[in-house]
T-cell receptor, first 110, second 114 residues
C-alpha cells in the first residue's frame, strides 16, 4: 500500500526557523512535492525533490531521503504571512497522480 | 496563474439533486484532475483525465462521474448529491507528463449539500 504522514499542527515564533516533517511509503516513488495553502485559497507549489538532498529556494528549503521515505520543509526567518497549511505529496508516475498528506497547519505568532 | 477557472465558486444544493462542476483551462494542457478537500483528509483524488474522452478513477470516485469532451473543459458530476459530498472541490492541471511536472490548482468550488 501507500501512505503519507505529516503533523497536523505546529506553532512557531516570528523570525524563528521551523521544520515540517513528512514520511511516506509507496512503490514507484518518483518525486516529493511541497505545497502551501492559505485558508480559503488553492494550494500553490513550493518545491519539488526527486533526488536525495537539500533544495534551497530563498527562505524555504526542502530535503529528501528516499531510503528513509522522509522529507522535510524548512522555513527560515518566519513571517506572519507564513501562517498557512503545508501539504506534502509524492508522485507515482504509474498513473501520473499525486498522493497528498493531510497537511500541517502552521501558526506563526509574534 | 495557470489559466484555470472553476464554476460555480459556491453552491448550495439539496440531497438527491444532480450537480455539475466545471473546470476550464486556457492552455490546452493534457492532464486534468478533480480533488476534494476535507478537514483531516487533505486532498483526495476523485477522477483524472489524460486527454479528450480519456478518464480514470482516483481514490474516492464513488458517487462521481466525469466527462471531457473538449481539451479545455473537465466536468465533475454528482449524479445524486449526498451530505457526505459537502466539501471543497479543486481542479488541477499538469502541463505535461513526467515526474518533474507540477500540478497547478484552480481556485476551488465550495459545495454544501443540505
Amino acid at each position: 500500500g501507500q501512505n503519507i504522514d505529516q503533523p497536523t499542527e505546529m506553532t512557531a515564533t516570528e523570525g524563528a526557523i521551523v521544520q515540517i516533517n513528512c514520511t511516506y511509503q509507496t512503490s514507484g516513488f518518483n518525486g516529493l512535492f511541497w505545497y502551501q495553502q492559505h485558508a480559503g485559497e488553492a494550494p500553490t507549489f513550493l518545491s519539488y525533490n526527486v533526488l536525495d538532498g537539500l533544495e534551497e529556494k530563498g527562505r524555504f528549503s526542502s530535503f529528501l531521503s528516499r531510503s528513509k521515505g522522509y522529507s522535510y520543509l524548512l522555513l527560515k526567518e518566519l513571517q506572519m504571512k507564513d501562517s498557512a497549511s503545508y501539504l506534502c505529496a509524492f508522485y507515482n508516475n504509474a498513473g501520473n497522480m499525486l498522493t497528498f498528506g493531510g497537511g500541517t497547519r502552521l501558526m506563526v505568532k509574534p | 496563474d495557470a489559466g484555470i477557472t472553476q464554476s460555480p465558486r459556491h453552491k448550495v444544493t439539496e440531497t438527491g439533486t444532480p450537480v455539475t462542476l466545471r473546470c476550464h483551462q486556457t492552455e490546452n494542457h493534457r492532464y486534468m484532475y478533480w480533488y476534494r478537500q476535507d478537514p483531516g483528509h487533505g486532498l483526495r483524488l476523485i477522477h483524472y483525465s489524460y486527454g479528450v474522452k480519456d478518464t480514470d478513477k482516483g481514490e474516492v470516485s464513488d458517487g462521481y462521474s466525469v466527462s471531457r469532451s473538449k481539451t479545455e473543459d473537465f466536468l465533475l458530476t454528482l449524479e445524486s448529491a449526498t451530505s457526505s459530498q459537502t466539501s471543497v472541490y479543486f481542479c488541477a492541471i499538469m502541463p505535461a507528463e513526467g515526474a518533474r511536472e507540477t500540478q497547478y490548482f484552480g481556485p476551488g468550488t465550495r459545495l454544501l449539500v443540505l
